[in-house]
T-cell receptor, first 110, second 117 residues
Framework: RKEVEQDPGPFNVPEGATVAFNCTYS??????FFWYRQDCRKEPKLLMS???SGNEDGRFTAQLNRASQYISLLIRDSKLSDSATYLC???????????FGDGTTLTVKP | GAVVSQHPSWVICKSGTSVKIECRSL??????MFWYRQFPKQSLMLMAT?????????EQGVEKDKFLINHASLTLSTLTVTSAHPEDSSFYIC?????????????FGPGTRLTVL
C-alpha cells in the first residue's frame, strides 16, 4: 500500500462545476499536510496547507480528518485555469521529508 | 513566495558522462534541500535530503555513489549524476526549506530535464 494515495482521476469537468479530490495517508504520525498544484512539465507549487480545523482560500477548501487519515480538496466554480495535476503531500515531521501522492489530473472544459 | 533556481534547465549528454545540476535559494537561507526525480506521468520520488554542512540522507534504492549531493552553503546544493545512462533520463527537481524538521513549506526549483543518449 502506498503511503499517500489519491483518487486516480482524471477528472474532466465543465467550467463552473464543483469538484472534490480525496487523499488518504497511512502514517498516523503524520503532522503536516499540503495540496500542491503542478502544471504540465513545470515544478509543483503550493496551493494550500491543510489544517485540522479545515481552511478555505477563495474557491478552494481543504479538510483534514486525522481519525480517518483523510484529506480532501474542494474546488468550487471551476475555471479553465484550474486545469492541472493536484498533488497531496504529507509530512511526517521528524526527518522533514514529504511524501507525495501520485496526483490527480483535472481538466476543466469550456 | 521564496525563489529557487536550478541550472541548467535542460541537458542532453552522452552515456557515460557526468552531469552536475545546481539548485540555489535566491532570497532565503535553505537549511534543508531535497532532490526529487519525476518520470513521465508519475509523481515526484524523493531521492535524498541534504542539510547544509552535513552528508545527504539518501532514500532506499538511490545509489549515493551515482548521485552525488553537496550542500556546501545555505543557498546552494548540487546534484551530480555520475556516469549517466539512458535510464537516468528524467526530470530532476530540487526544493528548499528554511527549517529543519517537518511542516515547513518547500519551494521548488523549475526542474532540470536530463536526456542521456
Amino acid at each position: 500500500r502506498k503511503e499517500v494515495e489519491q483518487d486516480p482521476g482524471p477528472f474532466n469537468v465543465p467550467e463552473g462545476a464543483t469538484v472534490a479530490f480525496n487523499c488518504t495517508y497511512s502514517n498516523s504520525a503524520s503532522q503536516s499536510f499540503f495540496w500542491y498544484r503542478q502544471d504540465c512539465r513545470k515544478e509543483p507549487k503550493l496551493l494550500m496547507s491543510v489544517y485540522s480545523s479545515g481552511n478555505e482560500d477563495g474557491r478552494f477548501t481543504a479538510q483534514l480528518n486525522r481519525a480517518s487519515q483523510y484529506i480532501s480538496l474542494l474546488i468550487r466554480d471551476s475555471k479553465l485555469s484550474d486545469s492541472a495535476t493536484y498533488l497531496c503531500v504529507v509530512n511526517a515531521g521528524n526527518a522533514g521529508k514529504s511524501t507525495f501522492g501520485d496526483g490527480t489530473t483535472l481538466t476543466v472544459k469550456p | 513566495g521564496a525563489v529557487v533556481s536550478q541550472h541548467p534547465s535542460w541537458v542532453i549528454c552522452k552515456s557515460g558522462t557526468s552531469v552536475k545540476i545546481e539548485c540555489r535559494s535566491l532570497d532565503f537561507q535553505a537549511t534543508t534541500m531535497f532532490w526529487y526525480r519525476q518520470f513521465p506521468k508519475q509523481s515526484l520520488m524523493l531521492m535524498a535530503t541534504s542539510n547544509e554542512g552535513s552528508k545527504a540522507t539518501y532514500e532506499q534504492g538511490v545509489e549515493k555513489d551515482k548521485f552525488l549531493i553537496n550542500h556546501a552553503s545555505l543557498t546552494l546544493s548540487t546534484l551530480t549524476v555520475t556516469s549517466a545512462h539512458p535510464e537516468d533520463s528524467s526530470f530532476y527537481i530540487c526544493s528548499a526549506s528554511s527549517g529543519r524538521g517537518g511542516g515547513h513549506e518547500q519551494f521548488f526549483g523549475p526542474g532540470t530535464r536530463l536526456t542521456v543518449l
